[in-house]
Each structure stands twice: as structure tokens, then as C-alpha cells.
């Protein structure tokens, strides 16, 4: 029987409805490795990270009949506790055995500053080993599932590997870094992108952790438009309207985007995000705000 916390599998409908949403058009007949790459990378090129719900101060659902409304049938996008319900939604109705687990964000942060649990992800059993799964941060996102027991994949830009235990708690806890091409700064080499332990997830934690992302004064996701997607073998990802766009080897272009306009077409072409008229109207009226 399923606990109240957890986060159900898609019924047989919703299903064929999620692939179809990420470009499947039949449903895959066992629940393997290739087959959760092939829909990890499905859901990061069709279903965009954005957070326009958060910096217009609209309410954010998490439960998997609004998640699935928003992300599928209206073929908007979301972030991680709207992809990864989804994602762990549909991998459960697949046959994969998934559980949720949260992170502390390191990426851009500096290594003394705190954070709390503000990430979800996935951990998924396949084959008798079991991986990371995650569509859901951002620009940084792996294109791919890890292995947390196996030898790191050395044609992946991705690193994923333990830290000693906590002396205080003796627990210890991964580590997920992206390596990032030699410049000209600090800001080569390998790069954290979060931490977390194996601690099982129950979904009303996460209610917690969405209210304060999506809702509070100093959160990144209200104050800052976000967006991500993968168009090919490029990973665009948009920060107000800074647009970069990261080649697999990891070099990255960046163009200025400087008006509202611009930054709303390009959420609609590039980013691939379902803008109706009244968010369209409410995106032209914050976003000089945000842009400065």
C-alpha cells in the first residue's frame, strides 16, 4: 500500500501522457539503464527548468495532479520539486523503485556560506545498483543517470563522489561537481554543484522547502528569472536576461538579452515555455524589475 508521503506513479493515461509530453511515443518495456537516460534527457530537452510562477508571486503546487496539469497538460515547466514529482511519478508507473532525496546547493556558493535542504532528487534502483536521477536544477542538470557505487563515467563533465563522515554526526554525504574548462579566473576546474546524503525523503518535507523557495523575500527563485533547457547538445540556461549556452566540451557563450521583450521571446522560442496571454502581460510588468 502506498504511504500518504509518498509521491504516487502515474495511472496508465497520465503515462502515455508524459511521454508523449517528452517525446516517447511508445512506452518502454523494461525499466533499464539506457531506458532512464534516454527519459532523462527526453524530459530536460521537452519539459523547461523555469520558476516564472515563483517570481510573479503566483502560488507553486507540488502535489502530482497540479504538477502534472502544469508541466504536461500545460505545457509549461517547473523546478526541481515539480520536475523530480514528475519524474519520479513516471518512473514508478515504469517499474523503477525511486526515492526522494534533498541536497544543499553549492553551485556558486561560496564553500563557508551555509544551506539548507533546498534540492530534490532522486535516487533510483536499477539492476541491482543504484543511481542518481535529476531533472530539475538547472543550467548544471546531469544529462544522465550516476552510479553511486560504480567508477565514475569519464565521458561525462559530471563527478560524483563520497566525503568523510561528519565528525559530529558520523554521517557522511556525496558530493555532485561539474568540471568547468580552464579560464582566465577562479572558476576552472571542478565546481560543487550539491551535497546530500542517502536519508529517504518523506514528500510533506518538501512541502516545507517549496513554500520557503518559491515564497520568501531573499529565495533566488523570487527575485531572479530562471530557466533552462537542452536544445540538441547544448544546454541554454537563462539568469534575468543573461542567456548562456554550454557545448559539451564545456565552453560556454553568453549573450545580454536587454529588454522585457526579448527575454520573453526567448522563453517562448528557445526555452520552448507555453505563455499564454495573461502571463505573457504579467511577465512585461515584472520583468523590467529584475532586469535593472
Not at 537542452?230 to 557545448?247: I, M, P, Q, V
Request: charge should be negative; glycine fraction near 6%.
Amino acid at each position: 500500500m502506498l504511504a500518504a508521503d509518498e509521491i504516487p506513479a502515474l495511472h496508465p493515461d497520465q503515462l502515455v501522457a508524459w511521454l508523449r509530453r517528452i517525446g516517447i511515443a511508445e512506452v518502454p518495456d523494461a525499466p533499464t539503464l539506457p531506458v532512464l537516460n534516454t527519459l532523462i534527457a527526453a524530459q530536460l530537452a521537452h519539459i523547461p527548468f523555469e520558476n516564472l510562477d515563483a517570481l510573479l508571486g503566483r502560488r507553486v503546487s507540488i502535489d502530482l495532479p497540479s504538477v502534472f496539469e502544469k508541466l504536461v497538460a500545460q505545457g509549461r515547466g517547473g523546478y526541481c520539486f515539480e520536475q523530480n514529482t514528475l519524474l519520479c511519478a513516471g518512473l514508478k508507473a515504469l517499474g523503477y523503485a525511486v526515492t526522494p532525496l534533498a541536497a544543499r546547493v553549492r553551485w556558486h556558493v561560496p564553500e563557508a556560506t551555509p544551506t539548507g535542504l533546498s534540492h530534490m532528487l532522486l535516487r533510483v534502483e536499477v539492476a541491482h545498483e543504484s543511481y542518481i536521477a535529476d531533472v530539475g536544477f538547472g543550467g548544471p542538470t546531469p544529462d544522465r543517470a550516476l552510479s553511486l557505487s560504480l567508477p565514475p563515467d569519464e565521458n561525462t563533465p559530471y563527478r560524483l563522489h563520497p566525503s568523510p563522515a561528519n565528525a559530529l554526526t558520523g554521517t557522511g554525504f556525496h558530493c555532485l561537481d561539474l568540471t568547468v574548462p580552464d579560464v582566465s579566473d577562479d572558476a576552472s576546474g571542478w565546481q560543487p554543484i550539491y551535497r546530500f546524503d542517502l536519508t529517504p525523503q518523506p514528500w510533506i518535507d518538501f512541502i516545507a522547502r517549496n513554500w520557503y523557495v518559491s515564497t520568501h523575500p531573499d529565495s533566488h527563485f523570487t527575485r531572479t528569472l530562471m530557466a533552462a533547457r537542452t536544445d540538441g547538445d547544448t544546454r541554454l540556461a537563462l539568469a534575468n536576461g543573461n542567456l548562456s549556452e554550454r557545448s559539451p566540451d564545456g565552453s560556454v557563450r553568453k549573450t545580454a538579452l536587454a529588454s522585457a521583450d526579448a527575454v520573453i521571446d526567448t522563453l517562448a522560442t528557445r526555452f520552448q515555455i507555453r505563455l499564454d496571454p495573461a502571463l505573457r502581460a504579467a511577465l512585461a510588468t515584472r520583468l523590467p524589475a529584475v532586469l535593472g
